[in-house]
Nanobody, 128 residues
Framework: QVQLQESGGGSVQAGGSLRLSCAAS????????MGWFRQAPGKEREGVAS??????????NYADSVQGRFTISLDNAKNTLYLQMNSLKPEDTAMYYC???????????????????WGQGTQVTVSS
């Protein structure tokens, strides 16, 4: 089992930036695919970005709504996942969760059920 702890959320004005972090501990060798999800009040939890890394390649996926504004990255030495969020919009307001899966992401990266472990979330609020 992997324990995940998010941090870095907060309140910013539209156009601002935030960087979220997700520290992983436990059976981290099982982590292959890491993802960020978000859930706004009254809405379904949606996939924001995912990353799969190996010794040879790195694959990233992004939701259309954040493509070009958000960047997902992974520091394996620190077992920490990041989400750099730029040009934030009010519609980015949500609770953000990181998640870990034992698969390789692929076409399943958007599916909540694909992920084995979840963090508690960190709130991001963007004001206009």
């Amino acid at each position: 089992q992997v324990q995940l702890q998010e941090s870095g959320g907060g309140s910013v004005q539209a156009g601002g930036s935030l960087r979220l972090s997700c520290a992983a501990s436990g059976d981290t060798y099982n982590m292959l695919c890491m993802g960020w999800f978000r859930q706004a009040p009254g809405k379904e939890r949606e996939g924001v970005a995912s990353i799969y890394t190996s010794d040879i390649v790195t694959f990233r996926n992004y939701a259309d709504s954040v493509q070009g504004r958000f960047t997902i990255s992974l520091d394996n030495a620190k077992n920490t996942l990041y989400l750099q969020m730029n040009s934030l919009k009010p519609e980015d307001t949500a609770m953000y969760y990181c998640a870990a899966a034992r698969g390789t992401c692929g076409d399943n990266w958007r599916l909540r059920a694909y992920y084995n472990d979840w963090g508690q979330g960190t709130q991001v609020t963007v004001s206009s």
